[in-house]
């Protein structure tokens, strides 16, 4: 009676670690965040409807220092952390585009990614 007693529990304990490490095994998905615009966006003759921030995962301090340089470049001298401008910047910048790709957005909209991009950037998750 012990030993079937003792078998059971090594077993439970068994497919225990065998779901374990299976859900260690499987990989993360982090979750997407893109910015449904409200207003199309047009630029270079291309339009869009969401701008991609899912690049902001791989931001690094060198890339945040570039875009602090690219603004003083632009004569935009503002308190970056409190700007706008400067979480505009951030996104073209993790979009691979000019800052000028975010010029004509809506005010609603940018507003709304000044919101996400400084959430990811100071929020503790």
């Known amino acids: 009676m012990e030993e079937e007693k003792k ?3 090594e077993e439970s304990t068994a497919k225990t670690e065998n779901v374990e490490n299976s ?6 998905k982090l979750p ?10 047009e630029f270079e ?13 791989n931001l690094s301090l060198r890339d945040i220092s570039e ?9 935009v001298y503002s308190g970056f952390e409190n700007s706008v401008l400067y979480y505009a910047f951030i996104a073209a910048n993790v979009n691979h585009m000019p800052y000028e790709w ?4 809506d005010a609603r909209d940018a507003t709304r990614l000044q919101v996400m991009v400084r959430a990811f950037l100071f929020a503790r998750v």
Do not use: C, H
Not at 23 to 28: F, L, R, S, T, V
Not at 45 to 57: A, E, F, H, Q, R
Not at 67 to 75: C, D, G, S
């Open 32 to 41: 997407d965040i893109s910015l449904q615009l409200e207003q199309t966006l």
């Open 23 to 28: 859900e260690k095994e499987e990989d993360y």
């Open 102 to 105: 975010l010029d004509k957005l």
């Open 67 to 75: 875009v602090q340089q690219q603004m003083v470049r632009n004569n």
């Open 45 to 57: 003759g291309k339009s869009y409807d969401k701008i991609d921030l899912n690049g902001l995962y």
């Open 7 to 9: 078998k059971a529990v």
